[in-house]
């Protein structure tokens, strides 16, 4: 039966299967999306076997498609790790995906660090806050907003989700404030920073507000300064304008210098956090490995 099947058939199933979209899987490969599906109505045709489930855009692999995307999957692993001593170069190079503001404030630092330590491999950092994006199996490593489970990324947490308002020293020291005695309907009245929320699952300050035990009893008004991304609250913060809601594992580096303070003693865990990931259907390089530990152990440091 391989004789009249194209191979490229097999690669085609096997990226359409990790996107679960024709039109990803064809941007993948560089070919159309009407290419992708015609190659798998073809390889659907020689097997005699539906292999997805379509229901508009959204697709499922049928149980005879998921058998195959396993044994398919395999096989392009063991392909690409006997390949990988014809690479060129000694040193390699690690895609890491993550959002604007896990990048910003708190990945770019690190891979400095790495990149200073491990001058022979190239690393290659992709930044969106598009999840389609971040969850990519193009990259070999991301950091995601999560609860801990992804259907194609084994996660570690790197730091739970706690918010809680912070400023400048310049900020509080302009107006006599006391960081540590504020209340949170005190806090409310102050120069409030937000930013927009793109994912439903985001914390603005009117949710932090709402979820806490001692919620302001006055009409929370609106915030001061409101922002397209939250890299640029904290900067608005660090600058003086008034108060963010900072993530705290995020601005770690900010607190311990002492450019932004808590304010008040409330905060908030979410339950969402900040998880590093290992693709669950491709092995990745050692290099990729190490950089994946060194990230854990910065963060346990």
Not at 85 to 107: K, M
Not at 168 to 186: H, K, V
Not at 213 to 228: C, D, E
């Amino acid at each position: 039966m391989l004789d009249h099947i194209p191979l490229e058939a097999f690669r085609v199933f096997d990226a359409a299967c990790r996107q679960m979209n024709f039109s990803r899987a064809g941007r993948e490969l560089n070919i159309t999306q009407a290419a992708v599906s015609r190659r798998i109505k073809g390889l659907e045709d020689h097997l005699g076997a539906a292999l997805f489930i379509r229901r508009g855009k959204n697709l499922e692999l049928t149980p005879q498609g998921e058998r195959l995307f396993q044994r398919v999957r395999a096989t392009l692993e063991y392909l690409e790790e006997s390949l990988e001593p014809f690479r060129p170069g000694t040193g390699g190079t690690i895609a890491i995906a993550a959002s604007g503001s896990v990048s910003h404030l708190w990945l770019g630092r690190r891979l400095r660090d790495f990149g200073k330590e491990n001058p022979a491999i190239s690393l290659r950092l992709l930044t969106s806050d598009t999840p389609s994006d971040l969850a990519s199996e193009n990259n070999d490593l991301v950091i995601l907003y999560s609860t801990g489970e992804h259907p194609r990324w084994n996660l570690t947490l790197l730091m739970p989700e706690l918010l809680a308002p912070v400023a400048s020293p310049d900020y509080l020291i302009s107006r006599g404030l006391d960081a540590g005695t504020l209340s949170s309907a005190e806090i409310a009245g102050l120069d409030l920073i937000d930013y927009e929320r793109f994912n439903a699952h985001w914390i603005s300050f009117r949710q932090w507000f709402g979820r806490l035990a001692s919620q302001p009893r006055l009409k929370l008004p609106n915030p001061r300064f409101s922002f397209s991304t939250y890299i640029m609250a904290i900067d608005a913060a660090l600058r003086g304008d008034g108060i963010a809601l900072g993530s705290l594992g995020l601005i770690d580096e900010q607190i311990a210098e002492g450019s932004l303070v808590r304010v008040g003693k409330e905060s908030l865990a979410t339950g969402y956090g900040y998880y590093l990931g290992l693709p669950k259907y491709k092995t990745v390089s050692p290099e990729a490995m190490h950089l994946h530990a060194r990230l854990l152990d910065a963060q346990a440091a």
